[in-house]
């Protein structure tokens, strides 16, 4: 398969798979005049890939998941713990997004959204405290 196969095989944009095997997560064979040559496993490869980076797995993550999914050995406590870190890590950004929420909320309230200059919007942004009412 060439690489606009496999771009639609697996929803990942040429540039997406061409920077995959620069970093060398995907390696496809090469044909006679240079062309990439894709292989079914590849494009698994590649399905995983997508999925992990769905998952926000970074980088380095999904390198490290991908190397424990082709080690038949592998401990799936060490899957388990790669997933278990990033799922801190989401839970630590939901909870810094619902306190951004919350206080914008508030600032939105306190806002009377009229005709006067007055604005605890803009008072908070440039590192004052908005006034009640």
Same mark, same amino acid.
Not at 16 to 21: A, K, L, Q, V, W
Not at 28 to 35: E, K, Q, T, V
Not at 107 to 114: E, I, M, P, S, Y
């Given at each position: ?29 090469r044909a006679g005049n ?14 995983? /890939?997508? &999925? ?8 380095? =993550?999904? !390198? $490290?998941? #991908? @190397? ?18 990033? /799922?801190? &890590? ?8 619902? =306190?951004? !929420? $919350?206080? #914008? @909320? ?18 908070? /942004?440039?590192g004052g405290t908005p006034?009640?009412?």
């Amino acid at each position: 398969m060439n690489i606009g196969d496999v771009s639609t095989r697996t929803g990942l944009p040429a540039k997406t798979i061409r920077y995959y095997e620069d970093i060398g997560l995907v390696t496809p064979d090469r044909a006679g005049n240079g062309y990439r040559r894709f292989s079914p496993a590849h494009v698994h490869k590649l399905r995983f /890939l997508a &999925r992990a980076r769905s998952l926000g797995f970074s980088i380095e =993550e999904c !390198r $490290d998941l #991908l @190397a424990l999914w082709e080690d038949r050995a592998r401990a799936s406590a060490d899957v388990r713990a790669i997933a278990n870190q990033h /799922l801190d &890590r989401i839970e630590a950004k939901i909870t810094e997004l619902q =306190e951004m !929420r $919350d206080t #914008l @909320a508030g600032l939105v309230r306190a806002c009377h959204g009229d005709d006067r200059p007055d604005c605890p919007i803009l008072r908070d /942004l440039e590192g004052g405290t908005p006034k009640a009412g």
